[in-house]
């Protein structure tokens, strides 16, 4: 194609000789694919289906390569592919031949094509004849056999410009049929422009670079916080064939809007810098550090002299926001935070200043709900597609993308057709071509609509393209020489065009959001998980003394507990938001009362002491312990009387023991409890209750007692003497005579001391005798 041009004299423009540059490594890729998947010598088929086909389809013709996608004057057209025999008979005297149709005007009409299945005769045209046919003998059922035609453009009978339907079809005689039939066709598309346009379709071509969350909510205890990845598959889409190392070594060849998640940024920069990474119950060290230094550098090299678009941290879904999610507190502040971070992100780690004023619902659909929560972080330009934003005038032609829709926003409206040209399956060189022959016979199909405006028309793909659809994306875009009938053009510009004013700016309802995209939407509980873990965070982080380093983690997973990424997958969203949550329980648990024993308290007053163990790296503070008694008639504490309160403040990895200065009236077993607060008075953890046994002697007993014991101890020295002087006389052989100081008893049986020296028993001021339990005690 490029060749052609010269051939005509024409000068090649700059971006053309860079898109030429590209060319050879684009192309090449799917026909190397195709060599690697079917082979030139004849195989079985394998995938012969249990009913047999009609006589029109019994053979399967795919269409491998197109060459050049676009020829120009002077060219030749090759073209590759494979055909198989799927009936039960075996085909004689078979003949691929070319069918080359009349220019097909409209888009509608390119649809028609695509659609239509099966040889219709005097639909389908006559084959090209001549020498331009490939024979084959015999193809046998089961059977795939390639082929390869190459004809002049000038062979091809093509007239003005526009789009050709083109068919490549096998044509023999079966043993149930001894006549030359078609038995097998598929048809594509040849654009065609052989004057130079003196205007050309704007186009916009976004390039996502996105991917699912992979980094947890935890860190390593060091003082950089070595993230910990839930596993290492982030790798494998950067490494050298991946996906993201593709999607980069790709779009740094093509005219191209990158749009971002500044998540994927933060994640592979957090793994070029060293992360940890999950496997089963243990963390192990990450070993693919290289790889994310290696693909950042490529990106940043890529993008240096580019366009680039950041969405809100980790690409939040703003329709299950708009419809789940908004009336729960908290959820709209969210997404605040996420474009907040957006820009910031970018900068520091790709040196460049993205344009952060896009929002990208997903599959472009939009409502009111949408469209207002979207606008409501900062962005003044939505970027929808025209299926949800469709058109309600009878326009004949495509409007250009950008439109008013009210209150001072943009809907960047990309073209459903093209935005959607690369979603299959992209894997088999057949599907990859037909792909992009469809799509490049759009863009100048749309371009030959009669208007006399210059449009500019935006493409919005699949958020994260497969390897072959990023491949697919290329050829496609690396055809689209800016010398033809398209230019390149930046999505900020697209979104500054003027307007058409016959286009729509509408914006659907609410009933009119696609049922399947609303099917996949998180549900209210998420938003409602979300809400109780930031609850709990914000709890924790009062009492911390470097709360950053619980914050941001935390921050970040509760961003990515609401990505697009997590359509289609709601028992993983469900197992995120839950190792969050529980990640965040275990650390608040690590600030804890250690459980205490019943207490045995002797005596009037005592301390009571109450510890508090601190497992974080990281210091508490603002935390105060209070202990309560439930019975502050028997055990008071402090002068409070029930309650009382000590400040808390302990370092990383260490306890402290909590002292209460507590005054004992009443004997017997007192209830307490213990409650850590934040200085709000906030609870903060579990309580923990244990019981004091109060069991106290007053003066006046231990006197008693006392008095008792010397009683005690000077009857027993008494009757020593006695029994001493007793043994004494007997030895004698007299009998003791009784002495007038010795103890007698009175007629009345009243007993008392005889001399002033014998000591008279002691039972305290009031007669009584030792103190029982629940009188006051004094120390």
């Known amino acids: 194609m490029a060749e052609a041009a010269d051939n005509q004299g024409i000068g090649p423009s700059p971006a053309r000789r860079w898109l030429r ?14 060599l690697l998947v079917g082979p030139a ?4 088929y394998a995938d012969v289906p249990a009913k047999a086909p009609s006589e029109s389809e019994a053979v399967k013709v795919s269409l491998n390569t197109v060459s050049p996608s676009a020829p120009a004057k002077g060219d030749t057209v090759t073209i590759a592919g494979t055909v198989t025999n799927r009936g039960k008979a075996a085909i004689t005297d078979a003949r691929v031949d070319l069918r080359v149709g009349s220019r097909i005007t409209g888009r509608t009409s390119i649809d028609d094509v695509a659609k239509r299945s099966g040889y219709v005769p005097g639909v389908d045209p006559a084959p090209l004849g001549g020498k331009y046919v490939v024979k084959l003998p015999k193809l046998a059922s089961g059977i795939s056999q390639d082929f390869e035609l190459s004809v002049p453009v000038g062979k091809l009978g093509l007239g003005d410009d526009g789009v050709y339907p083109i068919g490549v079809s096998l044509s023999g005689q079966t043993s149930r049929a001894r006549y030359d039939q078609v038995l097998g066709i598929q048809r594509t598309f040849l654009p065609w422009q052989e004057d130079e346009r003196e205007s050309r379709t704007k186009i916009t071509y976004l390039w996502p670079l996105i991917a699912s969350a992979h980094v947890t909510a935890e860190t390593g205890t060091d003082d950089e916080q070595t993230p910990v990845f839930a596993d290492d598959a982030l790798a494998d889409e950067l490494a050298p064939g991946g996906r993201l190392e593709q999607m980069v070594s790709l779009g740094s060849r093509l005219p191209v809007t990158w749009v971002v998640d500044p998540d994927l940024l933060a994640s592979v920069d957090a793994m070029a810098r060293g992360y940890r990474v999950k496997s089963g119950d243990t963390i192990v060290a990450g070993k693919n550090q290289a790889v994310a230094k290696q693909w950042l550098a490529a990106l940043e090299a890529a993008v240096s002299d580019g366009e680039v678009v950041a969405l809100p941290f980790a690409d939040p879904d703003l329709a299950a926001i708009a419809h789940r999610g908004k009336n729960v507190s908290g959820t709209l502040s969210h997404l605040q935070t996420a474009t907040e971070m957006a820009e910031s992100t970018v900068q520091t780690i790709l040196h460049v200043k993205p344009s952060t004023d896009f ?3 997903v599959d472009g659909a939009v409502d009111p709900a949408i469209v207002d929560v979207a606008t409501s972080a900062g962005a003044h330009n939505v970027i929808a597609r025209s299926d949800s934003l469709q058109e309600t005038s009878e326009l004949s032609y495509t409007p250009t993308a950008a ?12 073209d459903a057709r093209l935005s959607t040209a690369f979603e299959g399956d992209m894997s088999k060189a057949g599907s990859s071509t037909l792909a992009v022959q469809e799509f490049l016979a759009q863009t100048l199909a749309l371009t030959g609509q009669e208007t006399d405006a210059e449009r500019s028309i935006v493409v919005a793909p699949q958020r994260m393209p497969s390897v072959a659809q990023a491949h697919s994306m290329a050829r496609a875009l690396q055809a689209l020489d800016d010398d033809r009938w398209t230019q390149p053009l930046g999505l900020v510009d697209a979104a500054e065009e003027k307007p058409d ?26 938003f409602q998980d979300i809400k109780s873990t930031q609850v709990s965070l914000n709890k924790f982080q009062v009492i911390l003394t470097q709360p950053e380093r619980v914050v941001t983690p935390f921050g970040n997973a509760v961003n990515r507990s609401v990505s697009t990424s997590w359509r289609g997958r709601p028992l993983e969203a469900q197992q995120y938001r839950d190792s969050v949550r529980t990640y965040l329980q275990s650390l608040v648990g690590e600030v804890q009362l250690i459980p205490k024993s019943d207490v045995t308290l002797s005596g009037r007053s005592a301390t009571i002491p109450v510890t508090v163990q601190n497992r974080l790296v990281q210091g508490v503070d603002n935390l105060v312990l209070r202990l309560k008694s439930d019975n502050a008639t028997r055990l008071r504490l402090n002068d409070d009387g029930a309650v009382a309160e000590q400040p808390v403040r302990i370092s990383g990895g260490h306890s402290q023991s909590v002292k209460f200065d507590a005054a004992a009236n009443v004997n017997g077993q007192v209830q307490m409890t213990a409650q850590l607060y934040t200085e709000d008075g906030t609870p903060y953890g579990e309580e923990m209750a244990f019981t ?3 069991s106290e002697l007053t003066p ?16 027993g020295i008494r009757m020593y003497t006695q029994r001493k002087r007793a043994n004494a006389a007997d030895t004698d052989g007299n009998a003791p005579e009784t002495d007038e100081n010795d103890d007698v008893t009175d007629g009345n049986g009243d007993g008392g001391p005889e001399h002033p020296s014998d000591p008279a028993p002691d039972t305290g001021p009031d007669g009584r005798g030792a103190s029982g339990s629940g009188e006051k005690v004094e120390r």
């Not at 509408?506 to 998180?522: C, D, G, I």
Request: charged fraction near 10%; hydrophobic fraction near 55%; charge should be positive.
């Open 700 to 715: 006046t007993v231990l006197l008693v007692i006392a008095g008792g014991l010397l009683l005690l101890v000077l009857a």
């Open 501 to 526: 004013a016959d286009a729509t700016s509408a914006v659907p309802s609410s009933s009119r959001y696609p049922k399947k995209l609303r099917n996949q939407e998180l549900p209210t509980q998420a």
């Open 41 to 44: 010598a004849p195989v079985a």
């Open 403 to 414: 439109r008013p829709i009210g209150g001072g926003t943009t809907a960047v409206v990309a």
């Open 21 to 34: 540059r590209a060319a050879a490594s684009i192309a090449g890729a799917p026909l190397v694919a195709a």
């Open 692 to 694: 004091v046994k109060v």
């Open 359 to 361: 929002a990208w619902p």
